[in-house]
């Protein structure tokens, strides 16, 4: 075990500090340095935040709820799997945020028009194959359809 700790603290980019010099991270079991704590404690939040964003993107994917038009179906999800993703604009996992009441409206709407910016730029270069430029301008209308 100790030699799976040297190698661990020992690997390029890990930064860790075990001299004696080092801060205390833990004391009785308890975090004791107040920047881990404090980060563990946002981390926290930001799951519960992210779980009832995804469990509201999960109930818009039923059949007759208001974004379910442009989620892909449980059978599409299963059906592309393996082979490929299936893409769907951020906006409308933003806008299902807004139902949920996890953004704000004045933020989907910022988000949307750097997005927008965004794939812009992207066309305007010559590097996309004629696929990535359709998928690229089919993103421009589902945003801009949001924007609207």
């Not at 082979?83 to 769907?88: G, K």
Request: with cysteine; charged share 20%; proline share 4%.
């Amino acid at each position: 075990m100790v030699a799976r700790f040297d190698a661990f603290v020992a690997t390029p980019g890990f930064a860790c500090d075990t001299s004696a010099n080092a801060p205390l991270l833990i004391s009785n079991g308890t975090i004791a340095d107040r920047g881990v704590s404090s980060a563990r404690r946002e981390a926290v939040q930001l799951t519960a935040l992210e779980t009832r964003w995804k469990q509201a993107i999960l109930a818009q994917m039923r059949p007759g709820q208001s974004y379910s038009a442009s989620l892909p179906t449980r059978e599409q999800i299963d059906q592309h799997a393996a082979a490929h993703a299936l893409t769907v604009p951020m906006s409308v996992a933003w806008l299902i945020a807004v139902g949920a009441n996890l953004l704000e409206e004045e933020v989907v709407a910022n988000l949307i028009g750097r997005q927008l910016r965004c794939i812009d730029r992207e066309l305007a270069t010559p590097r996309w194959n004629s696929v990535g430029r359709e998928t690229l301008i089919e993103m421009r209308a589902d945003y801009s359809a949001q924007s609207a």
